[in-house]
Structures are given as structure tokens and as C-alpha cells.
């Protein structure tokens, strides 16, 4: 089963607007991830939060992560339409200790489209 | 230096045989992970290896095992294949030491 929903489930906006997209998971995470997809084909790892980080960017990537409220937010600034794709968010649960579960726990992802 | 690469990039399977998928891991990953992922949603994990061995498993049935070699590269075997084993699966490689997965473009298995 899914690890939570994501929101919205599709998005569409003009080239040069930003874009956000919010995801919420169920279970206490050891940190979490977000993917791009284009057409079905592979995920590109886009940026990885850990569940101590409040708030990460790279490059036109801003992500914020509240764990009181187990939701994250993706927000891709000055969109281009190279960016048109489907975003995932995956958390990555806790073990006993520090280390990882190694398993990814996927969104239902939102599909973004850029016009130009 | 290459990444994940997964073969074949397409199959088309009919109701009841078995079908391999393969997997080589990005250089310098010793872990290998398997996702399906159906039409619309996200990808659920199947199963992980780790020195040779099944470490994790997900919500999958028996019919689903694999197999990881000594040089970390990784096996699916799917048997008795349904037609809602139709799906896009994918392979992602990590270490143990590191976050973050490489994803490779997965194989595209149909079943009819």
C-alpha cells in the first residue's frame, strides 16, 4: 500500500510560474526523498531531507519537511517546460538504531505540466 | 560510469509463464532493490539484496524471487505470471552506507 497521498493529484501551469506540490506519509521516517519521472520511464533522484532538516534547496528545488505534521513540499521555482513530468515523494523508514530501512515508500505522485 | 541498467526494456508475456528480469547495479553499489510499479501509480517495493541475500521483502507474493551475484548485479523471476503483473519494473541500486537510490529506466513487462 501507498505511504500517503500526494496533493494534487495534477498540476498545470505556465512556463516561468513556480510549482508545488505537497505530499503526507503515515509512519515516523528516517528521512525522505523526492523523484522525477518522465513518461513512465526510470525515477531521476531529485533531493533527499533528512527527518532532522526543516527546510533543503538545490538549485530551483526548495523542499521543507514538517514531521509533526508528517507532510512535505516540493516547490519548483521558475518552472521551465523541461520540468513537465510526474513527481513522487518516498520515505525511507526507521530501524532500530540510526540506519535505514532501505525500502522506499512511494507517493501516488503528481503530474506536472509546463506550458510554454 | 554507468548506471542502473535493466534488460530487457520491453517484454510481452502470456498468462502463466515465467519471465527474468536483469539488473546491474550503478559501479560501487553493493545493494539492489526491486519496485513494480502499475500504470498511474507509484511504484511498490518488492524485494531488496544485500550480499547475496533477500534483507528485505514487501507485500508480495512467492511467485516473486530473485537473486543477487557476487559482482551485485540482480535477477527478478515472476512465475506464473497474472495479467496484473503487467506493469513498468523497477530496479534501484544504493549502498549501505549512503542515501539516496539510482533508479534505472526499468522493463516494461506485459502480459497477455
Known amino acids: 500500500s501507498q505511504q500517503g497521498e500526494e496533493d494534487p493529484q495534477a498540476l498545470s501551469i505556465q512556463e516561468g510560474e513556480n510549482a508545488t506540490m505537497n505530499c503526507s506519509y503515515k509512519t515516523s521516517i528516517n528521512n525522505l526523498q523526492w523523484y522525477r519521472q518522465n513518461s513512465g520511464r526510470g525515477l531521476v533522484h531529485l533531493i533527499l531531507?533528512?527527518?532532522?532538516?526543516r527546510e533543503k534547496h538545490s538549485g530551483r528545488l526548495r523542499v521543507t519537511l514538517d514531521t509533526s505534521k508528517k507532510s512535505s513540499s516540493l516547490l519548483i521555482t521558475a518552472s521551465r517546460a523541461a520540468d513537465t513530468a510526474s513527481y513522487f515523494c518516498a520515505t525511507d523508514g526507521r530501524l532500530r538504531g540510526s540506519g535505514n530501512t532501505g525500502k522506499l515508500i512511494f507517493g501516488q505522485g503528481t503530474t506536472l505540466q509546463v506550458k510554454p | 560510469d554507468a548506471g542502473v541498467t535493466q534488460s530487457p526494456t520491453h517484454l510481452i508475456k502470456t498468462r502463466g509463464q515465467q519471465v527474468t528480469l536483469r539488473c546491474s547495479p550503478k559501479?560501487?553499489?553493493?545493494?539492489v532493490s526491486w519496485y513494480q510499479q502499475a500504470l498511474g501509480q507509484g511504484p511498490q517495493f518488492i524485494f531488496q539484496?544485500?550480499?547475496?541475500?533477500?534483507?528485505q521483502r514487501g507485500n508480495f507474493p512467492d511467485r516473486f524471487s530473485g537473486h543477487q551475484f557476487p559482482n551485485y548485479s540482480s535477477e527478478l523471476n515472476v512465475n506464473a505470471l497474472l495479467l496484473g503483473d503487467s506493469a513498468l519494473y523497477l530496479c534501484a541500486s544504493s549502498t549501505g552506507v549512503t542515501y539516496g537510490y539510482t533508479f534505472g529506466s526499468g522493463t516494461r513487462l506485459t502480459v497477455v
Open positions: 559501479s560501487g553499489h553493493d545493494t
Open positions: 539484496y544485500y550480499e547475496e541475500e533477500e534483507r
Open positions: 531531507i533528512r527527518s532532522n532538516e
